[in-house]
């Protein structure tokens, strides 16, 4: 069991973080943005980063080839879907994924929207760490996260199905 201490304060145990955010045992921070039959789409606002996603499969697994046929096609929709969302209500041009098997959550893909700023951190693989370092630490201000919540509720507006 992990103790997770929400944003109210109040603190509850969970087997994984994962499970309680798809199932809605815990509401994220922003809210949910899309779900589907199998996913479930929010930010982490731990890393304000405007139209930043986490993409967590329903079900509680951990590889890739663990997901069913239908899952597969509702992934692919669903993550092409949001994508689409992030450029067209946010003028996002590009977006780095990742997801790791060996999470101690389960399956969920990062989103991340590459914006001029992280090129200082340099290109490709190696600047994510220090973009979503730099997110954490030095744009957890108000008028950041006013943009971040504000970019949630625009696309979960284009998403509204
Ligand atoms: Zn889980």
């Not at 340099?122 to 006013?146: C, D, F, I, K, T």
């Amino acid at each position: 069991m992990r103790k997770i201490t929400l944003s109210n304060g109040q603190t509850v145990e969970v087997e994984c973080l994962s499970c309680a955010v798809t199932s809605g045992l815990i509401e994220p921070d922003g809210g949910t943005v899309v779900e589907t039959d199998y996913f479930h789409a929010h930010q982490d606002v731990a890393y304000p980063i405007p139209g930043l996603m986490i993409l967590a499969s329903k079900r509680h697994i951990k590889c890739f080839d663990e997901l069913y046929e239908e899952e597969k096609a509702d992934y692919i929709h669903i993550l092409t879907k949001i994508r689409k969302a992030q450029r067209d209500v946010l003028g996002i041009e590009n977006v780095y994924y990742f997801y790791n098997e060996d999470t101690t959550h389960h399956f969920h893909t990062w989103m991340v929207p590459r914006y001029e700023w992280m090129y200082e951190f340099g290109r490709s693989v190696e600047s994510v760490r220090p973009v979503l370092l730099h997110a954490r630490n030095e744009m957890n201000h108000e008028e950041n996260l006013h943009k971040v919540m504000k970019a949630i509720d625009d696309l979960r507006n284009e998403l509204r199905l």
